[in-house]
Nanobody, 121 residues
Framework: QVQLVESGGGLVQPGGSLRLSCGASGVLLDYYAIGWFRQAPGKEREAVSCISDTDDSFTHYEDSVKGRFTISRDTANNTVYLQMNSLKPEDTAVYYC?????????????WGQGTRVTVSS
């Protein structure tokens, strides 16, 4: 049984930081491209960032988060992180991680349940 679990969300003031974690059971994340997505209230889900599997050192960021968010792997702990700095109210959303057996831009096979991020003063 493959399970992805996000954690690290919460309430933060504008300009603050959060680190989201994507942990997994039943699958080694090293063999998958891992994407972070988000869905804001009343909006469609959108891609945020992606990191390729460990055979290729590729990362991708959407323009809206470039320079503020950093995606990384912790192989020893089978975890992928999304470090989010300089948070803005428009970053408020439920954040999901997902695993793709292909590239960052292929179909995602597994999804987590999401963690809520609220950026507000």
């Amino acid at each position: 049984q493959v399970q992805l679990v996000e954690s690290g969300g919460g309430l933060v003031q504008p300009g603050g930081s959060l680190r989201l974690s994507c942990g997994a059971s039943g699958v080694l994340l090293d063999y998958y491209a891992i994407g972070w997505f988000r869905q804001a209230p009343g909006k469609e889900r959108e891609a945020v960032s992606c990191i390729s599997d460990t055979d290729d050192s590729f990362t991708h960021y959407e323009d809206s988060v470039k320079g503020r968010f950093t995606i990384s792997r912790d192989t020893a702990n089978n975890t992928v992180y999304l470090q989010m700095n300089s948070l803005k109210p428009e970053d408020t959303a439920v954040y999901y991680c997902a695993a793709s057996g292909g590239s960052c831009f292929a179909v995602y096979d597994y999804w987590g349940q999401g963690t809520r991020v609220t950026v507000s003063s």
